[in-house]
């Protein structure tokens, strides 16, 4: 792999962008109480444009996802490994890796799913060596019941949520092995759905008058490989066992393409599939599951040289323990920007209009990662000017307490400056 050596700040021509930062954008009523990093690079020259706090430490929320695709795009190769197997005269053997595409609605085709289906030989699941625990480190605990915390385990299944669906007199949950109660209530103006702390028991609160399709998704607790073989039960409608130990001879195999899962996890930030893809790196890399360990050796090999030392928690950005620099990201783009197509690479970031920068951004003119807690607003990426100048750029907002909305229009103004004057 080729690293990207950035050089020091130069500032030079580049006196306007200067000027609209410290006049207009810092000054805001949206973001002049918070605290702001800024930087802008231009690859083809090695320079900076532009840098303000670029050194500093920013919570970076789903902009980590970032790190999460630059991870996925150097280790797990052109498909996903789905699981590791061995076909023996009488059993087949099966372990979990980590893909998040397996019974996932999103994804029809299912090789996992049709290998087991068919067998008639003994099913049984090979226990991988995971350290992960079922939640990133950092996470918030009362998250636990909302659709973008996803338990994180070996072997996902359907994304490792239940999807609650009210249409017409329909009421179901899948998978249908858990138990769902429901009450019918004229005042309730949509879906209203919950779960137990630390059950898989759901309830659902509907309208009684709302015949539209309404669909809600709450994580399940996802346990241990008892819990996997119930589940998998209950979908294959056939015994599955569970294995002592892993049999050698085990052999990869793989399902959907990786860009597949990168598009998604980039255009609507999904944070499982952010999580799932580091968790897969480590397995093919270490034949450990380990977010920890697979994050240790991206920073001591391929992310070596970033300018500032960061504390990388999580491939999802939910952890506010994530501490990153601006300049830090601008360095992990320019090495994307020079190692693969800028077709591909365009194509996994959102640009206006669609993902989420459908509402901003409408001239197209950036292809970039959106991050969004509270009291955090970021976004890095590219952005291409109107006289075709690739620049690489991160702003990082941290501790504003205006709306997030209001602080995206500021920096959507901001740059949108850049992209008219060059």
């Not at 996992?112 to 990133?136: C, D, S």
């Not at 690479?345 to 197209?364: D, H, R, V």
């Not at 740059?415 to 060059?422: M, P």
């Amino acid at each position: 792999m080729l690293l990207f050596y950035l050089q020091q700040p130069v500032f030079s021509q580049y006196t306007k962008i200067q000027t609209w930062s410290e006049k207009e954008l810092l000054v805001s009523k949206a973001l002049r109480q918070a605290n702001v990093g800024i930087s802008i690079y231009e690859p083809a020259t090695n320079k900076y444009w532009y840098n303000y706090q670029e050194d500093h430490y920013f919570t970076p929320a789903s902009n980590m996802k970032i790190f999460s695709l630059y991870t996925g795009m150097l280790l797990l190769g052109d498909s996903l490994p789905a699981i590791k197997y061995l076909d023996t005269d009488s059993v087949l053997y099966v372990q979990g890796t980590g893909d998040p595409a397996f019974l996932h609605p999103d994804y029809t085709w299912q090789p996992v799913f049709h290998l087991l289906q068919q067998t008639n030989k003994k099913i049984k699941i090979v226990p991988a060596i995971n350290e992960n625990a079922r939640y990133g480190y950092g996470w918030s605990w009362n998250d636990y019941a909302d659709y973008y915390q996803s338990e994180l385990n070996e072997w996902p299944m359907y994304g490792n949520v239940a999807r609650l669906r009210h249409h017409g007199d329909s009421l179901y949950i899948i998978p249908k092995m858990y138990e769902l109660t429901t009450s019918k209530d004229n005042k309730l103006t949509k879906l209203e759905v919950k779960r137990d702390e630390r059950s898989n028991r759901f309830s659902m609160g509907y309208n009684g008058n709302e015949y539209q399709p309404e669909e809600e998704e709450v994580p399940f607790i996802t346990g241990g490989l008892e819990d996997l073989a119930v589940r998998l039960q209950d979908t294959l409608h056939k015994q599955v066992y569970i294995a002592p130990q892993a049999p050698a001879g085990l052999q990869l195999l793989y399902s959907i393409p990786a860009d597949s899962l990168f598009l998604p996890m980039m255009h609507r930030s999904d944070n499982f599939f952010a999580e799932q893809t580091l968790m897969m790196c480590a397995g093919k890399l270490f034949d450990t599951i380990s977010t920890r360990h697979m994050i240790r050796y991206m920073l001591d090999h391929y992310l070596k040289e970033l300018p500032d030392t960061p504390n990388w928690a999580d491939g999802s950005g939910l952890s506010r323990y994530n501490l990153f620099s601006p300049r830090d990201f601008v360095y992990v783009l320019s090495n994307m920007y020079k190692t693969y197509p800028t077709a591909r690479l365009y194509s996994l970031f959102a640009t206006g209009g669609k993902g989420t920068l459908k509402n901003y951004y409408k001239e197209q003119f950036v292809h970039a990662k959106t991050g969004t807690l509270t009291g955090v607003v970021a976004l890095s990426g590219y952005l291409v000017t109107k006289k075709n100048k690739t620049l690489v750029f991160s702003v990082l907002v941290n501790n504003h307490n205006n709306s997030a909305t209001a602080v995206r229009r500021e920096v959507e103004h901001f740059l949108t400056r850049v992209y008219e004057s060059y």
